[in-house]
């Protein structure tokens, strides 16, 4: 069964949490990217399960979403998972160069700018047609023949500490996942897309030893909040 991940900026499109769900379906993916005014939005994503991921800006710019939702959808485009398919959830028209130059690499990107319930064998609208170039146009071009494979931009990864600072300010500001697999996917966004299951593990057992929570048979339990962490 085909793959769909689907990449939301959630500074200017906020899909109904059960359109986000009805895309995934039982297998997909869904990464939210939001900055500090969109917090208080996070929390019926939240309630969508462990195949939701949050990304946060790191560095709040001009354009600083953009340039981490590229970042992440240039890492998972390159899995090259058979069938996979990506949908950007977004107004800006500034991912669609990104978008055509993936696409004339055969990769099925494209970009909505409202998200409806998804409808089984009926593809959504990318952009506007004249926008886009097709594939082809840009593969035979010359600038499309000088463009690498796109692939996943180097940055410093977070250190454990300042993952565990952040995940202590999710507790008060985004919400508390319920179980402990959903606890550890909230972890390993906030150190990014590629997998660190050593540094997961430290994050958890830091917020152990501070008393922040209990883990007991897969669930998590929280200090009350009048309890300061």
Same mark, same amino acid.
């Given at each position: 069964m085909s793959k769909t991940y689907l990449l939301i900026d959630l500074q200017n499109r906020h899909p109904p949490?059960?359109?986000?769900?009805?895309?995934?379906?039982?297998?997909?993916?869904?990464? #939210?990217?939001?900055?500090? *005014?969109? =917090?208080?939005?996070?929390?019926?994503?939240?309630?969508?399960?462990?195949?939701?991921?949050?990304?946060? #800006?790191? @560095?709040?710019? $001009?354009?600083?979403?953009?340039? *981490? +939702?590229?970042?992440? !959808?240039?890492? +998972?485009?390159?899995? *090259?998972?058979?069938?996979?398919?990506?949908? =950007?959830?977004?107004a800006d028209g500034d991912y669609d160069p990104a978008i055509v130059h993936a @696409?004339?690499?055969?990769?099925?990107?494209?970009?909505?700018?409202? +998200?409806?319930?998804? !409808? #089984?064998?009926?593809?959504?609208?990318?952009? @506007?047609?004249?926008? !886009?170039?097709?594939?082809?146009?840009?593969? *035979?071009?010359?600038?499309?023949?000088?463009?690498?494979? !796109?692939?996943?931009?180097?940055?410093?990864? $977070?250190?454990?500490?300042q993952v565990l600072s952040l995940m202590l300010r999710d507790f008060a500001e985004a919400g508390k996942p319920r179980s402990l697999s959903a606890l550890e996917r909230r972890i390993q966004s906030r150190f990014g897309p590629e997998p660190v299951p050593e540094k997961v593990a430290s994050v958890k057992a830091a917020l152990v030893m501070k008393g922040a929570i209990k883990i007991a048979d897969e669930t998590v339990e929280y200090r009350d909040r009048g309890d300061q962490i």
């Open positions: 949490p059960e359109d986000v769900a009805s895309w995934m379906g039982s297998n997909g993916e869904a990464w #939210i990217f939001y900055g500090e *005014h969109e =917090i208080g939005l996070l929390a019926p994503y939240m309630e969508l399960g462990d195949r939701v991921s949050l990304v946060d #800006i790191s @560095r709040p710019g $001009k354009n600083s979403l953009d340039f *981490h +939702l590229v970042l992440y !959808l240039g890492y +998972l485009v390159g899995r *090259h998972e058979p069938g996979a398919r990506f949908v =950007i959830v977004a @696409r004339s690499k055969g990769r099925q990107v494209e970009r909505m700018e409202v +998200l409806g319930p998804a !409808l #089984i064998d009926v593809k959504p609208t990318l952009v @506007r047609p004249a926008l !886009l170039p097709q594939p082809a146009e840009v593969a *035979h071009s010359p600038v499309g023949k000088a463009i690498a494979p !796109l692939a996943p931009k180097s940055r410093r990864s $977070k250190s454990v500490d």
